[in-house]
């Protein structure tokens, strides 16, 4: 923040100037006080532009546009004067440091925080488009870091979503680091670009990185439409999140209300309070509220010594003089901060500068060389200012390369070294369940039994049909057509229970109960007649999203640290055995259970190097024996390292969807020999389904593989868009459909096409749920529920909803084939009769 020049207005409009907060090719901007003391910030265009009569056109049209947009994430438009002779624009001042800024002082902002911060943005977003907008240059120095939240800034190249341009035609707008494969290619953008550039820009609050640096000019374009982010340094469930923005196919990205959801399930007004900035950039929002407090003196004291309010016979110091006197109260001790928020419309800036200055940057929206800018002035994202108001630089490359540091490192999970068996712990000392209701839950022990190690591939149970897990679609999905209506209403829930978040894991039945697992890392048992009450609670399992697996007479899950697997009696919830493979390994995810008494497991094997901890790790399979307590591993073949795995598991073969698109099948008894692999391509979805001795894998097509063999039993092929998802029961075999949405049904052992049932828009990442006399799959928004489909006519028959929008908090349904559905949405599970 620098103080006034004498060739800079002293007023315009009803607002008098106080500092400079910057400058760019455009104009400066300044820190003004209107005349009921409000502060705000004024974009002043310069004076050779104002000449052009095209641009006040534009400009005209783009106050228009930005005064247009609400919300509570957004700085407002207060007043403008497009039409005098210098044009100008004010806005609401925001207090806050960009999110270029405090990443580049700090490193990367912790996990809550950008949760929080996709929240509010995405919040930005839905208020922009609303209005028939596309921001079109959402980066880290267009996102302010306010105390109660952020605000997404800069609407200087939006674009009106009917496709009129309200800025040129025939440039490249936006920021190389942070543009959508549309942009790159010159396409037109609509919402879903923000929403790409939004994943960015998370990605770099997480990582202190753009998602796709290393690269400059044609190939960081090429990066963007070609290449995938590079999300290693951003942590769950942000990486998730983050690669639902990240479709190339902007059809299928992921809304911003559904993406505001996903960050803040409870809204984002829930987490964007007083302390969602972690300490340093709250330090950051003090200095330059200082800032602008002590810029307020200053012109005060300028007008009383201008005799402008000034009582008789008071003598005042020189403005000099109070410049050279005052640090800001509020500014903490050391700590330089910029003193101002920039408001500018940098993307003006970008799309004339070569118009009017016959300068072209390499990089759109960057700083570039002083002619650019004006009167050699940098672009005004470009600087902050210390608390007592001396300028300093502060390079835009911070926004590329940023520094590699978190704020707050996440703590290291405990291992125990020396594990001894104990009894269950229990009774009035343990802590209470969500629900008061809810009986006294049992808990996992601290104490763990040793156990020896082998080395073996394993794998888990199959019953009639066993179906894998499934990823993000990379296909168009289409709508469903105008007869895709139920039938009729769907059935009232028999009960609804409600307790804390429920995990990403469909329940499992047993004797007559469902077994789910609940935040913050619980085991509940419901009646499937009335489940509005847990029969028993068991806390202490890991919050991995995999279903309970029921091995060796005990529902089987891991431990919340370190390489731990516990049995909880499934009739009682008393702990039956707790067994801890030592600090050599690391589990992570149940795969599945065989046998009766084997359970697979998803892992790492660690190697420690004295006292600098772990060195490496390699993702290893484990096959557990209960009944002998031996731990069985082998590392995964290379092509499938960083490939999750989805295995359909069986006495016998271990079956999966490898790194290199092959089925893949492993022996389950042995070393974990490789029996075939049946080459499928790019477009195999990980989600395998095993029905008696025969495997099915789809993508444009539908491929039943022998079990033993390998060998190809039939295929059928999609006549257009893809099979996404799979569900199997009886002699017949289930997969969604993307273009048109819906269902079909085949003859398991041929691949007859028994019906095809269209529905609307699907949710095609999920199973298809069997029941005996329907097939349940969720729709793609949450807030529209699930349908049902009778499995012998292919009828559409409901819709069940609780119109509730969870984000990335997907339905999870399950059934136990005696008319028990189990349908599980965010913090509530509802038992339907579907008999």
Not at 125 to 139: I, M, S
Not at 150 to 159: L, M, Y
Not at 779 to 799: C, M, P, Q, V
Request: hydrophobic share 40%.
């Amino acid at each position: 923040m620098r103080s006034l020049r004498p060739e800079d207005p002293q007023q315009l409009g009803p607002y008098r100037l106080l500092a400079r907060l910057g400058a760019g090719g455009m104009g400066r901007v300044y820190l003004a006080r209107s005349a009921d003391g409000r502060t705000v910030a004024v974009k002043v265009i310069r004076p050779e532009m104002a000449e052009d009569s095209n641009f006040r056109i534009r400009f005209r049209r783009e106050v228009a546009a930005a005064a247009a947009v609400g919300g509570v994430y957004t700085a407002p438009v207060l007043d403008a004067a497009p039409d005098a002779e210098t044009p100008w624009l004010a806005t609401a001042y925001v207090a806050g440091p960009t999110l270029a800024e405090a990443v580049a002082e700090h490193g990367p902002l912790p996990v809550e925080t950008v949760l929080a911060l996709g929240a509010g943005i995405a919040e930005a977003l839905t208020a922009v488009h609303a209005e028939g907008l596309v921001h079109r240059d959402l980066k880290p120095s267009n996102v302010l870091l306010a105390a109660d939240g952020p605000r997404v800034i800069d609407f200087g190249i939006v674009r009106a979503r009917d496709g009129y341009e309200l800025t040129g035609d025939g440039s490249l707008f936006g920021s190389l680091d942070y543009m959508c494969p549309e942009q790159a290619t010159g396409e037109q953008m609509g919402p879903e670009g923000d929403v790409f550039c939004l994943g960015s820009v998370l990605a770099f609050a997480a990582s202190g990185h753009p998602p796709f640096g290393g690269a400059a000019g044609a190939a960081l374009l090429y990066q963007v439409v070609h290449g995938s982010a590079d999300l290693t340094q951003v942590p769950e469930p942000l990486d998730k999140i983050i690669s639902l923005c990240h479709t190339k196919d902007p059809a299928l990205r992921i809304d911003p209300d559904r993406l505001s959801a996903a960050c803040a399930p409870g809204g984002a007004d829930q987490v964007l309070t007083e302390g969602w900035l972690p300490g340093p950039v709250a330090d950051m929002i003090a200095a330059r509220r200082a800032a602008a407090a002590l810029a307020e003196r200053r012109a005060t004291a300028t007008d009383l010594v201008r005799g402008e309010g000034a009582p008789d016979g008071v003598r005042t110091a020189e403005p000099a003089a109070l410049a050279d006197a005052a640090e800001p109260e509020s500014a903490a001790p050391g700590r330089p901060g910029s003193a101002y928020a920039t408001v500018g419309w940098p993307g003006y800036d970008t799309a004339l500068a070569g118009e009017h200055a016959g300068a072209a940057t390499g990089r759109p929206g960057g700083s570039g060389p002083a002619g650019a800018g004006g009167a050699g002035e940098p672009d005004e994202g470009a600087f902050r200012a210390d608390g007592a108001g001396a300028l300093a630089a502060e390079p835009r490359e911070a926004e590329r390369h940023g520094p590699g540091r978190r704020l707050q490192e996440r703590p290291e999970r405990a291992t125990d070294l020396d594990p001894v068996r104990a009894g269950a712990r229990g009774g009035a000392d343990d802590p209470v369940p969500e629900r008061s209701a809810t009986p006294t839950p049992h808990r996992a022990r601290t104490t763990r039994s040793r156990v020896s190690r082998r080395t073996l591939l394993t794998a888990a149970a199959a019953g009639t049909a066993v179906i894998g897990g499934a990823a993000v679609l990379a296909a168009r999905r289409r709508p469903g057509g105008p007869g895709a209506r139920p039938a009729g209403p769907a059935p009232e829930p028999a009960w609804v229970f409600r307790g804390g978040p429920l995990l990403q894991a469909p329940a499992v039945f047993h004797n007559g109960t469902a077994l789910l697992k609940t935040r913050p890392g619980t085991m509940v048992c419901l009646d499937v007649t009335n489940g509005a009450q847990p029969r028993w609670v068991y806390q202490g399992i890991s919050l991995s999203p995999t279903p309970v697996l029921l091995a060796n007479d005990a529902a089987v899950a891991l431990g919340g640290t370190g390489a731990t697997l516990i049995g909880v009696d499934p009739a009682g919830g008393t702990e039956r055995f707790t067994l801890d493979f030592g600090e050599d390994y690391q589990f992570d995810q149940l795969l599945g259970s065989y046998d009766d008494y084997s359970v697979s497991v998803l892992g790492a094997s660690l190697r420690r190097s004295g006292e600098q901890g772990v060195a490496t790790s390699t993702s290893t399979v484990f096959g557990v024996d209960l009944r002998t307590r031996r731990a069985l591993v082998i590392p995964i073949d290379p092509e499938d390292v960083g490939v999750p795995l989805h295995p359909v598991i069986t006495s016998d073969y271990f079956v999966y969807a490898d790194g290199l698109r092959n089925v893949a099948a492993r022996n389950t008894h042995d070393d974990g020999t490789l029996r075939w692999r049946h080459q499928v391509g790019y477009d195999l979805r990980p989600g395998l389904a095993v029905l008696g001795r025969t495997v099915f894998a789809i993508g444009s097509e539908f491929i039943a593989l022998d079990l033993t063999t390998g060998r190809v039993r039939w295929q059928a092929k999609a006549e257009r868009g893809m099979f996404a998802s799979l569900g199997a029961g009886g002699n017949t075999v289930y997969a969604t459909g993307t273009d048109p949405y819906g269902v079909y049904a085949f003859n398991a052992a041929n691949g007859t096409r028994r019906w095809f049932c269209e529905t609307p828009r699907l949710n095609v990442d999920s199973p298809i749920a069997v029941g005996a006399h329907a097939v349940y799959v969720p729709a793609y928004e949450n807030k529209d529920g699930f349908y049902a489909i009778d499995t012998a006519s292919g009828r559409l028959l409901w819709n069940f909803t609780d119109g509730r929008e969870t984000g990335v908090n997907d339905w999870q349904l399950s059934c136990d084939g005696n008319g028990h559905l189990v349908a599980q949405h965010f913090d509530r599970a509802y038992g339907l009769p579907v008999t």
